[in-house]
């Protein structure tokens, strides 16, 4: 009965609550279980309280039976990467230097799950503040990939990623500022949506890029992917980057098919990938074809620039959005003999090396007399990554390319070379560059078994036609 | 330009003085969350994880900071433009994200002025938004943070919203610098937008000052003085460091630019740490706010709105009583003494009167005024204007207007002053006539000098309760009276 629970998506999970094939406590028994089998070896969580998680359960099977009716995500159970706030569970973003902080409010995006009955079982691992793309980055623990435990789960979302993988949570947040959401989906074999920015409330995810990041889920399936998506998207009060308008409705959507809908490969991307992904995704186009829609080629040289743009802007605003910690209000503090030398010590021993690295490269892009060589040229060439996309589009709807160009690698093949992890987002990040939406979704294996994914790009606020898209390769690769 | 005698700090030198001044908004809530902005409450009392910088907070614009930003910038003259938020990033422990949001290469207003009260035009380079910090105080050592065994921190200030005006270095003498702070905080007041107390911090003045023989072109090396909370201090400092500058040059010395604090008990700026000054701000836009883009149809409502400002009200004056005082007119053009000046004139009132009663009595009746609103102030004038009570009683009259609520005229019988008609005033005078039958001879023989006396002895012994004005009329009638007999 446990396994079986594990397979259901969320449509089938509430289908068999509402008919009581199965009880919420039941749900989370399965999950409990799973979670005992599975989390020595994989490391994807921080903190798990599945106690909590059972007596919530316990209060819904009750209003369930007083006849209430339960929010969308009642009996679904999900992992929250550790970068969103949360009064019930510490917040560490995987860093010394926030170890213990409990925040005094949720997230929006906690808020919002927690309005339609999700149940919370922790909170997952995360490269130190969000920045790395293997979770190696955890001042905690390193998290396996599910797949093979010699490799990494991809990140900085990788203890999400890895959770819903192993089946330890129907449901992952993460977020994602270069990929942070999409590769450790891809390198996990699951679904991984960052969502137009804006789209989603950032209030209360702690700031890694404020201009880039954005939350999303990652799930099992698209379905699961658009459900999750619904719950979280719209307007927030508390974020003034939010956008106004109503959030697309997607479930009802993903059936409206890809007939004639325009899909241009990005070829430039696909040559950089390994000749097993460059396969998979030739499969997901196939696929797509198979259902109408209509392939072509296109190269979009642009793409290439903003990885350099990337590293740039985001330790720029990281350098800033990290000040904050520095011992005086919350968090690690170390002593010192003045002010000055506290914040240093603690600064010190409270931030890991990537996280320093970054520090350091953002204080320098915006320092006097480098600003304009570095951050405005930067931000020029975030325009110019705008109007690439911009240009591509009036041809095209759909932009269709690897979402990382291996699949998992090995933990501690990338440690000594920054370079060369960076090189990881590099199809992912033009996404973040343009506040685009970007969808990966499972395409197959590598010969060694390795979850290759591939990617589907939009122009903004496309997020209904992405859907529509990533549901066409998931049904056609089945 | 109007030119003005200057006090330089030595003979044939002259002060170059720019000022920022830095005014808390008197919005309800704090500039980027709903915290109150309230001042005097228990420490860290009105807080919450945006004014706190907690990690995932987020900050929002508040509309009514930006409306008052608008309102200053127009009452300033300025171009109120479409604006952008920046981060000003430096470590302090009073600054709980330690960046400041401010706004920098495009502030919501540039490129103003102020016209000061001796005619003098002073630029205004910009008016902009920015968020306050919190309040440290240190304890034990000397009170400054260096020497202090320990700091608390109060952040009930952290995010109260600041408009930071900043002056071209137009300003050329420290009474002058007094005069543009002074004239500044009642436009502030004027608007609405700040309630102007130095003494709590809601108006703070830092002065950048260097000094330069009188007739040359060029700026010299400047000292910013920073935290000037009072007019004494910063008359004071500025005079201080004019001199002190002036000495260096003339002792040959070197002259660095250096930020400066003004030590109020030992009367002297001292050099703040080297430290403190060699920050590199890395300022670049905040990505967490949009762009602020006040609208055309607002700034334009915003206008026709503006209250009528200090300088309008000197014009006023000078077409209504163009004699009057420079002392005088800046009592009466002040805020709070200006809504009865207007009311009274308005109603029809000898605008001679109305400067007195305004610059004098009421001026003494402010700080406690009760129930003495304009109309209520205008009535009694009205009284005094018809001769019906002397200026005298008048003056008692306000008084009791201030404090007791019954209606004024219901106020001059409950004081006795007036019930008494023309007959019993004459009554009264005639008394006085028939004691003193020489004097009253002389009167009306055309000995006018005579009649003070006269009226002086009504008034000996009849008090305050009566008119002087009334009982010169009752003199003059009996006057008629007794010539028309002999006739």
């Excluded at chain 1, 503040?129 to 990140?155: C, H, Q, W």
């Excluded at chain 1, 390795?450 to 990617?455: F, K, R, S, T, Y």
């Excluded at chain 2, 000495?247 to 009367?267: H, K, P």
């Excluded at chain 2, 406690?368 to 009284?383: K, M, N, Q, S």
Aim: hydrophobic share 40%; proline share 6%; charged share 25%.
């Amino acid at each position: 009965m446990n396994d079986e629970i594990l397979d259901w998506g969320i449509a089938e999970l509430h289908r068999r609550l509402e008919a009581r094939e199965v009880s919420t406590v039941e749900v989370i028994d399965a999950y409990q279980e799973q979670i005992e089998i599975q989390e020595p070896e994989i490391g994807a969580f921080l903190t798990l309280d599945l106690d909590a998680a059972r007596s919530t359960a316990t209060a819904q099977d009750t209003r369930r039976s007083r006849g209430e009716t339960l929010g969308r995500m009642a009996g679904v159970p999900v992992a929250l990467k550790d970068n969103l706030c949360t009064t019930a569970f510490p917040t560490t973003a995987a860093s010394r230097i926030l170890e213990g902080w409990i925040p005094p409010y949720n997230a929006t995006v906690v808020d919002r799950l927690a309005d339609q009955d999700g149940i919370v079982l922790g909170k997952t691992n995360l490269d130190e503040f969000a920045m790395g793309s293997s979770t190696e980055n955890s001042a905690y623990k390193i998290t396996k990939n599910p797949y093979d435990l010699e490799r990494v789960p991809g990140g900085s979302s990788g203890g999400s990623a890895a959770a819903v993988a192993s089946r330890m949570a129907l449901v992952g947040l993460g977020s994602d500022t270069g990929g942070s959401i999409r590769q450790p989906a891809a390198l996990t074999g699951i679904v991984g949506f960052k969502p137009t920015y804006g789209r989603v409330s950032r209030y209360g995810l702690l700031a890694f890029a404020s201009s880039l990041d954005q939350i999303g889920p990652l799930t099992a399936s698209v379905e699961d992917a658009a459900l999750v998506a619904e719950c979280i998207m719209g307007h927030d009060p508390r974020d003034a980057t939010s956008l106004q308008e109503a959030s697309p409705l997607l479930l009802g959507a993903l059936t409206e098919g890809v007939r004639g809908i325009r899909v241009g490969i990005v070829t430039n991307l696909v040559e950089i990938a390994s000749p097993s992904i460059q396969a998979a995704l030739l499969r997901a186009a196939d696929a797509l074809a198979q259902a109408g829609a209509l392939i072509s080629e296109i190269s979009i040289d642009e793409l290439a620039f903003g990885l350099a743009a990337y590293y740039v802007v985001a330790p720029a605003e990281a350098s800033s959005n990290l000040a904050r910690y520095d011992g005086v209000r919350y968090g690690l503090r170390e002593p010192g003999a003045t002010v000055e030398e506290m914040m240093i010590a603690t600064r010190t021993k409270g931030f890991g090396p990537e996280v320093k690295r970054r520090i350091m490269l953002g204080t320098y892009a915006l320092s006097a007399g480098y600003y304009d060589a570095f951050y405005v040229t930067a931000q020029r060439v975030r325009s110019l990554v705008r109007s690439a996309f911009d240009r591509a589009y009036e041809s095209v709807d759909l932009l269709l390319t690897p979402t990382s160009p291996t699949t998992a690698f090995r933990i501690g093949e990338r440690s000594a070379d920054p370079v060369e992890m960076y090189r990881s987002d590099i199809c992912t990040i033009p996404s973040n560059l343009s506040g685009d939406p970007a969808l990966s979704v499972p395409a197959g294996a590598d010969p060694d078994g390795l979850p290759i994914g591939v990617q589907l790009l939009g122009p903004p606020r496309s997020e209904q036609l992405l859907f529509r898209g990533a549901y066409a390769v998931e049904e056609g690769l089945r | 330009m109007t030119q003005r005698a200057t006090a330089g700090p030595a003979k044939g030198w002259e002060y170059v003085i720019g000022l920022e001044v830095h005014t808390e908004l008197k919005t309800r809530s704090k500039l980027f969350c709903g915290c109150p902005n309230a001042f005097g409450e228990e420490p860290n009392t009105s807080i919450c994880p945006v004014c706190l910088g907690l990690p995932g907070s987020l900050p929002v614009m508040n509309a009514q900071a930006v409306d008052f930003a608008i309102r200053v910038g127009l009452a300033l003259n300025a171009t109120v433009q479409r604006s952008q938020f920046h981060r000003k990033n430096y470590f302090y422990p009073d600054m709980p994200k330690d960046y400041q949001i401010s706004q920098y290469d495009v502030p919501i207003n540039a490129n103003g002025y102020l016209e000061l009260p001796s005619g003098r035009v002073i630029g205004i380079e910009r008016a902009h938004l920015e968020e306050d910090t919190g309040k440290l105080v240190h304890r034990g050592g000397h009170g400054r943070i260096e020497s202090a065994a320990y700091s608390l921190i109060d952040y009930n200030r952290s995010g109260v919203p600041l408009l930071e005006i900043v002056s071209a270095p137009d300003i050329r003498d420290p009474e002058e610098a007094k005069e543009y702070v002074t004239e500044l905080r009642a436009i502030l007041v004027a608007v609405g937008a700040s309630d102007g107390r130095m003494e709590e911090g809601s108006l703070r003045v830092d002065a950048n000052v260097s000094v330069r023989p009188i007739g040359e072109a060029t700026f010299r090396t400047r000292v910013e003085i920073k935290n000037l909370n009072s007019l004494r201090s910063l008359v004071r400092a500025l005079t201080f460091e004019g001199h002190r500058q002036v000495q260096l040059y003339e002792n040959g010395e070197a002259m660095i630019q250096q930020t400066r604090f003004w030590d109020e008990e030992r009367s002297l700026t001292g050099a703040l740490r080297l430290k403190e000054e060699a920050n590199d701000y890395r300022y670049f836009p905040e990505p967490d706010l949009p762009p602020v883009a006040p609208d055309v149809e607002l700034i334009e409502e915003r206008r026709t709105e503006l209250p009528e400002l200090p300088s309008a009200r000197r014009g006023s004056i000078a077409m209504i009583l163009p004699e009057l005082s420079a002392d005088l007119r800046e009592t009466i053009i002040a805020d709070a003494c200006w809504p009865y000046f207007r009311s009274a004139v308005d109603a029809g009132i000898t605008p001679a009167r109305a400067a007195a009663r305004c610059a004098n009595e009421l001026t003494a009746l402010l700080p406690d005024i009760g129930v003495l609103a304009p109309e209520r102030f205008v009535e009694v004038l009205a009284i005094e204007d018809r001769g019906d009570l002397g200026a005298s009683q008048v003056k008692i009259l306000l008084r009791e207007a201030a404090s007791d609520p019954t209606p004024v005229k219901e106020l001059v019988t409950k004081l006795g002053f007036t019930a008494r008609d023309e007959d019993a005033m004459k009554a009264m005078v005639e008394e006085v006539v028939i004691r003193f039958p020489d004097e009253w001879g002389r009167y009306l023989g055309g000995d006018e000098k005579v009649a003070g006396f006269l009226l002086g002895q009504v008034m000996r012994q009849h008090g305050r309760q009566i008119s002087g004005a009334g009982a010169r009329q009752a003199l003059l009638a009996l006057a008629d009276e007794a010539r028309s007999g002999a006739e």
